[in-house]
T-cell receptor
């Protein structure tokens, strides 16, 4: 079955630092890839998505590019803010079944 | 438009009991999925319903079951609760039957003692 591997957390950064969270996947067919974010006490929210190879998803300053050759979908942001502190989940979806990574907790400090 | 709502938000049960959790999807959404979130296993897919039919099922024992009603509201049931069932149970709804863009509710925190 599908699987997603993302870098272990927690990741602690100072405000305005550069963020990379690595994510690789295995899946059959041509899956969509996405990043969801979970803020404390809340449910998951879709952060960005990509539906085919070389697509770049972007939202709120975050970006990720669908790399089929390396089966990766790394999340990046050029300058993180304290408000970005949350847990980030990489995942792959086909039909209505989503497979998530274990999540990476990001803590941004002043 | 109201988001996905889940009731109750918190629940404490004893081993061996059963529990029913409820999910109301966003109006117009016909697909409802359920996930279990634990610190050790992360987010794991339980099952997905579309138009009252279970279309996908994860690798959970038969103690976990669900259903969907004609108004798209969904319930999941766990029978003979075990300590390991303590988790945050998340419901998500989507507009189209093959949409990966799911909208999540806040979850029900189940504690089994």
């Amino acid at each position: 079955g599908d699987s997603v591997t993302q870098m272990e957390g927690p990741v602690t950064l100072s405000e305005e630092a550069f963020l990379t969270i690595n994510c690789t996947y295995t899946a059959t067919g041509y899956p969509s890839l996405f990043w969801y974010v979970q803020y404390p006490g809340e449910g998951l929210q879709l952060l960005l998505k990509a539906t085919k190879a070389d697509d770049k998803g972007s939202n709120k300053g975050f970006e990720a590019t669908y790399r089929k050759e390396t089966t990766s979908f790394h999340l990046e942001k050029g300058s993180v803010q304290v408000s970005d502190s949350a847990v980030y989940f990489c995942g792959t979806g086909t039909a209505s079944k989503l497979t998530f990574g274990t999540g990476t907790r990001l803590q941004v400090t002043l | 438009k109201a988001g996905v709502t889940q009731t109750p938000r918190y629940l404490i049960k004893t081993r061996g009991q059963q529990v029913t959790l409820s999910c109301s999807p966003i109006s117009g959404h016909r697909s409802v999925s359920w996930y279990q979130q634990t610190p050790g296993q992360g987010l794991q897919f339980l099952f997905e319903y579309f138009s009252e039919t279970q279309r996908n099922k994860g690798n959970f024992p038969g103690r976990f079951s669900g259903r969907q009603f004609s108004n798209s509201r969904s319930e999941m049931n766990v029978s003979t609760l075990e300590l390991g069932d303590s988790a945050l149970y998340l419901c998500a709804s989507s507009l189209e039957d093959t949409s990966y863009e799911q909208y999540f509710g806040p979850g029900t925190r189940l504690t089994v003692t």
